[in-house]
């Protein structure tokens, strides 16, 4: 069986990490910049946190912005879904009056035949 895992060297905090991952490189080189900008501004704020204290406040504020951004997310998508019924709606109508003015002429253009 083949390991689709590579070894990539990343710094969080001047600590270096050597992350074995299935993800793209540069993308985990990104995610890698991520907490350390996020942890780096806590340490700037409060340069007093313990180590792993700073490491649980930035966890719990990534996570915090993951969970707004799903909750937007999911308040776009139902957004979405009540504009693409109405519009779906608004084409039926369209439609259907379309037939009738359509079932309409075809009965008009018979009844003039028949004159």
Do not use: C
């Amino acid at each position: 069986m083949s390991d689709d895992k590579t070894t990539i060297k990343v710094t969080v905090l001047d600590e270096p990490f050597r992350l074995r991952s299935a993800a793209d490189s540069e993308y985990t080189r990104d995610v890698a910049a991520h907490v350390d900008r996020t942890l780096r501004q806590l340490r700037s704020t409060a340069p007093t946190l313990e180590p792993f204290q700073t490491a649980v406040l930035g966890a719990m504020e990534i996570t915090d912005a993951l969970l707004q951004a799903r909750r937007a997310g999911a308040e776009n998508l139902a957004d979405a879904v009540a504009r693409v019924r109405g519009l779906e709606a608004d084409l039926d109508g369209a439609l259907a009056e379309t037939a009738g003015l359509a079932g309409k002429a075809v009965a008009d253009k018979k009844k003039s035949r028949r004159k």
